[in-house]
Nanobody, 119 residues
């Protein structure tokens, strides 16, 4: 199974970007998916993710009201709409999935996509 991201880039402060992530490969089912980010010199941090039940989403306080996570009906793709971007949002954004393959659950990560917000 692999997660493939797209949609990063360079944007001015106040602008918007939409990230996409698609899971593909072996037969699997999705427990949870979401987005993390890592800025230079900092630890990777949660941005937004669906709960395991899939009924709701959790957001980092720093992005609440600006970012929205969504997914497709098949739960194999997840999206992150980022509005009102600020320079502090500059980071590599990683798609994450906790997927069930066979009888085991595994964490998978995408390759990362760079988001740069200029002031």
């Amino acid at each position: 199974v692999q997660l493939v991201e797209s949609g990063g880039g360079l944007v001015q402060a106040g602008g918007s970007l939409r990230l996409s992530c698609a899971a593909s490969g072996s037969t699997f089912s999705t427990n949870a998916m979401g987005w993390y980010r890592q800025a230079p010199g900092k630890q990777r941090e949660l941005v937004a993710r669906f709960t395991n039940s899939g009924s709701s989403a959790n957001y980092a306080d720093s992005v609440k009201g600006r970012f929205t996570i969504s997914r497709d009906n098949a739960k194999t793709s997840v999206y992150l709409q980022m509005n009102s971007l600020i320079p502090e949002d500059t980071a590599v954004y990683y798609c994450w999935g906790n997927l069930r393959v066979g009888v085991h659950d595994y964490n998978y990560w995408g390759q990362g996509t760079q988001v740069t917000v200029s002031s």
